[in-house]
């Protein structure tokens, strides 16, 4: 992939992967690339989920969606900050066993997930609920779990536990996608159900099918334990992101062409790539906000009360600033209770764009707000401009026309703009 970008009076040709591109794993931009999770939490990744392969098989300076290893258990990992996903009970009285999860995907039969009745308070295993968030979408056809010294692959000598397998299991997957949820709640579905299972070494296979979450649940009251709980997929996942690390050019510039190199493996109607372009005025396209200290106009009711909804407030305490000036505007205009919380924010977004840099509330200023003292971290749309629509196919190349001006397809991102980043989604 490539753009070009007259910068002062030169025209210059950036080309991320390829021969002799800035690389794909690097994220190619200056600024490094901030994820929003969820209204709390950001990561700093080019591959959301984890699923995009730097390295395909005979395919240098390419990426490709993550194809699956047959062999491989897909859990491992699945809480890390790359992957992005999780592994919970929604069940409070089980919630002191999730420190043991891990134990179930961590490769090593020594270690296992151990369910007593007297480390339950004596009410035994049965309800319990394991819920795991892949991270990711994946072909998911086989699920495996076994206690310890059970599976010959998993040799435990010092722990004679393979009796205590789970007697009775039920196993819901879902998708991820909005129509398998209902009021924001995921819609379970069963794929396997085994009410008296005499098996120490479970092993269900399924028609391969897409999985985003996983939830195993115990039909017994017995004591058990998990050694190991595995989750096989194959194919390539059905979908995965690429964001690039953010381009800072100096100054202002003139955005020109895009273009890029694509390849399609396999039946090309099952398959697309959406390329997507932004561009921005200062480093970071994520806005942190705090809570403010007008009202926004809003209100919340619970129970008999009503209370007022407070600003989300993109700027710095006063004490965190360390203009003097500054601070004074923040504590005596921006943070000021009597007024009113649309004209504060009016107020800060028509300072100069010098001053408002100074004040912005960062990722770290954000990390030392107590928790009470954060609000949401989302999209900055005041600094940068949306996603672009995807770009059209004419914007595909051959590989010796990524240096080419006038090759591709026109940037529809606003410029004059000093920063830019670029989206591919494979779906």
């Given at each position: 992939?490539?753009?070009?970008?007259?910068?002062?009076?030169?025209?210059?040709?950036?080309?991320?992967?390829?021969?002799?591109?800035?690389?794909?794993?690097?994220?190619?931009?200056?600024?490094?690339?901030?994820?929003?999770?969820?209204?709390?939490?950001?990561?700093?990744?080019?591959?959301?989920?984890?699923?995009?392969?730097?390295?395909?098989?005979?395919?240098?300076?390419?990426?490709?969606?993550?194809?699956?290893?047959?062999?491989?258990?897909?859990?491992?990992?699945?809480?890390?900050?790359?992957?992005?996903?999780?592994?919970?009970?929604?069940?409070?009285?089980?919630?002191?066993?999730?420190?043991?999860?891990?134990?179930?995907?961590?490769?090593?039969?020594?270690?296992?997930?151990?369910?007593?009745?007297?480390?339950?308070?004596?009410?035994?295993?049965?309800?319990?609920?394991?819920?795991?968030?892949?991270?990711?979408?994946?072909?998911?056809?086989?699920?495996?779990?076994?206690?310890?010294?059970?599976?010959?692959?998993?040799?435990?000598?010092?722990?004679?536990?393979?009796?205590?397998?789970?007697?009775?299991?039920?196993?819901?997957?879902?998708?991820?996608?909005?129509?398998?949820?209902?009021?924001?709640?995921?819609?379970?579905?069963?794929?396997?159900?085994?009410?008296?299972?005499?098996?120490?070494?479970?092993?269900?296979?399924?028609?391969?099918?897409?999985?985003?979450?996983?939830?195993?649940?115990?039909?017994?009251?017995?004591?058990?334990?998990?050694?190991?709980?595995?989750?096989?997929?194959?194919?390539?996942?059905?979908?995965?992101?690429?964001?690039?690390?953010?381009?800072?050019?100096?100054?202002?510039?003139?955005?020109?062409?895009?273009?890029?190199?694509?390849?399609?493996?396999?039946?090309?109607?099952?398959?697309?790539?959406?390329?997507?372009?932004?561009?921005?005025?200062?480093?970071?396209?994520?806005?942190?906000?705090?809570?403010?200290?007008?009202?926004?106009?809003?209100?919340?009711?619970?129970?008999?009360?009503?209370?007022?909804?407070?600003?989300?407030?993109?700027?710095?305490?006063?004490?965190?600033v360390e203009d003097s000036e500054l601070e004074n505007l923040v504590a005596n205009v921006l943070d000021n209770e009597e007024m009113d919380g649309r004209e504060a924010l009016l107020t800060f977004g028509q300072l100069p764009f010098e001053q408002r840099a100074q004040i912005t509330l960062g990722q770290a200023d954000y990390n030392k707000l107590a928790s009470n003292q954060k609000s949401v971290i989302r999209e900055d749309l005041t600094n940068w401009s949306p996603w672009s629509p995807p770009?059209?196919?004419?914007?595909?190349?051959?590989?010796?026309?990524?240096?080419?001006?006038?090759?591709?397809?026109?940037?529809?991102?606003?410029?004059?703009?000093?920063?830019?980043?670029?989206?591919?989604?494979?779906?």
């Open positions: 992939m490539s753009y070009q970008t007259p910068v002062g009076a030169q025209m210059a040709v950036v080309q991320l992967g390829g021969e002799g591109g800035l690389s794909w794993e690097s994220g190619g931009g200056e600024v490094p690339a901030l994820v929003i999770l969820d209204a709390a939490t950001v990561d700093q990744s080019n591959a959301p989920g984890g699923v995009i392969d730097f390295a395909p098989f005979e395919r240098e300076y390419w990426i490709f969606p993550q194809q699956a290893d047959t062999t491989d258990n897909i859990l491992i990992g699945v809480n890390s900050k790359e992957r992005g996903g999780s592994v919970i009970t929604p069940i409070p009285s089980f919630r002191f066993l999730e420190a043991d999860f891990p134990q179930m995907f961590d490769d090593d039969g020594n270690t296992a997930l151990v369910l007593k009745s007297s480390g339950t308070g004596g009410t035994g295993a049965f309800g319990l609920l394991i819920e795991f968030d892949l991270g990711a979408i994946f072909g998911v056809n086989r699920f495996k779990f076994f206690p310890r010294n059970a599976d010959p692959a998993f040799p435990a000598p010092d722990f004679q536990s393979q009796d205590d397998f789970l007697k009775g299991y039920e196993i819901f997957v879902n998708d991820g996608q909005p129509e398998s949820r209902r009021e924001g709640s995921l819609i379970w579905e069963t794929v396997a159900f085994e009410g008296q299972n005499q098996e120490a070494v479970v092993d269900v296979r399924i028609p391969t099918r897409f999985v985003r979450f996983l939830r195993l649940k115990s039909l017994t009251a017995a004591d058990f334990e998990i050694a190991e709980f595995q989750v096989f997929s194959e194919g390539f996942v059905p979908q995965a992101v690429y964001i690039s690390n953010v381009f800072d050019f100096g100054d202002q510039a003139l955005l020109g062409r895009l273009r890029w190199v694509a390849e399609q493996v396999g039946d090309p109607t099952r398959s697309r790539v959406q390329v997507r372009t932004r561009s921005g005025d200062d480093p970071q396209p994520v806005e942190f906000t705090r809570i403010g200290k007008q009202s926004s106009g809003r209100v919340e009711q619970r129970g008999d009360t009503v209370f007022d909804i407070p600003i989300d407030a993109p700027w710095k305490r006063a004490e965190d770009y059209s196919p004419e914007g595909i190349v051959a590989p010796d026309q990524l240096q080419m001006q006038g090759a591709g397809t026109l940037i529809v991102s606003p410029s004059p703009r000093r920063y830019f980043q670029v989206m591919i989604d494979f779906f």
